[in-house]
């Protein structure tokens, strides 16, 4: 599953505590910047996450404290030109689904931001269901100040906070900081550096405690409700029904037994 590049070591590192997948971006001497191998290695590794029933919380963190992504690789992107036009292009396949695959996870995804996310690095933030960071880190989406888009950047962040914060971010191309991006909403903590990771492991845990069926039912209600209007964002049927499920009965037997439930995920 891991990608390797020169040095040796893993580009995507890929481990699990308990039912929490956690996938660490690797490539601190790029800053963690998006190569195409790496992109590929996300996708893979989340995609192996969604069909692994033992998983039921996805975390992304980067290595090092200099960024958690600074976006695309400028200098894959700049090797050659037909093959950087390529790269940036918004109907290439790969950059796309990258973000597409974390943005469409069922399972929760939380972005454990151990630094600064701008570009691509702040997209696929965006693309996660929850994220925290610290009082030193910086966000946003440059690529007008380099004559590039930030195409999924584009839809979801005014989908993330206010349509004129939204535009005003990607107009101007400039950063925000850590109390900034909590205060719109970007993020939902902000805790000490050391706490990042830790912070986000805590959260993925307590979600890992409810039932699979249940967290995964209100997570696809609630995203989907969004682009819907009220009356038939209730009428909609996102899967299975987890009051129909064996969890319920075992939630609500664990309820009166005083006792934690035993989850079977169906």
């Not at 692994?52 to 894959?76: Q, Y």
């Not at 009428?235 to 005083?258: C, F, M």
Request: charged share 30%.
């Amino acid at each position: 599953m891991n990608q390797v590049h020169a040095a040796g070591e893993a580009e995507l590192v890929v481990s699990t505590d308990g039912h929490v997948r956690l996938l660490r971006l690797n490539r601190p001497e790029r800053r963690n910047a998006l190569s195409r191998s790496l992109m590929m290695a996300v996708i893979e590794a989340v995609l192996d996450a969604e069909e692994d029933d033992e998983v039921r919380v996805i975390v992304l963190t980067g290595t090092g404290d200099a960024a958690f992504c600074a976006g695309g690789d400028l200098k894959e992107m700049r090797g050659n030109d037909e093959a950087g036009a390529r790269f940036r292009s918004p109907m290439n396949r790969v950059e796309r689904n990258v973000f597409e695959v974390v943005l469409e996870a069922k399972k929760p995804t939380i972005a454990a931001l151990n630094a600064s996310a701008v570009a691509g690095g702040f997209e696929l933030a965006l693309a996660c269901d929850l994220r925290i960071s610290h009082a030193g880190a910086r966000f946003g989406l440059p690529e007008t100040k380099i004559g590039m888009g930030a195409n999924f950047g584009s839809v979801l962040l005014p989908r993330r906070v206010a349509p004129g914060i939204a535009l005003e971010m990607l107009f101007t191309g400039e950063y925000i900081d850590a109390a900034e991006a909590h205060r719109i909403g970007l993020l939902n903590r902000v805790v000490a550096e050391s706490e990042v990771l830790p912070v986000a492991l805590e959260m993925a845990r307590k979600i890992a405690e409810n039932a699979p069926i249940s967290v995964r039912r209100v997570k696809a209600v609630a995203l989907r409700g969004l682009e819907l209007p009220v009356a038939a964002a209730l009428r909609q049927d996102p899967g299975a029904n987890p009051y129909l499920s064996e969890d319920r009965k075992e939630g609500i037997r664990a309820r009166l037994e005083k006792r934690k439930p035993v989850w079977r995920n169906r």
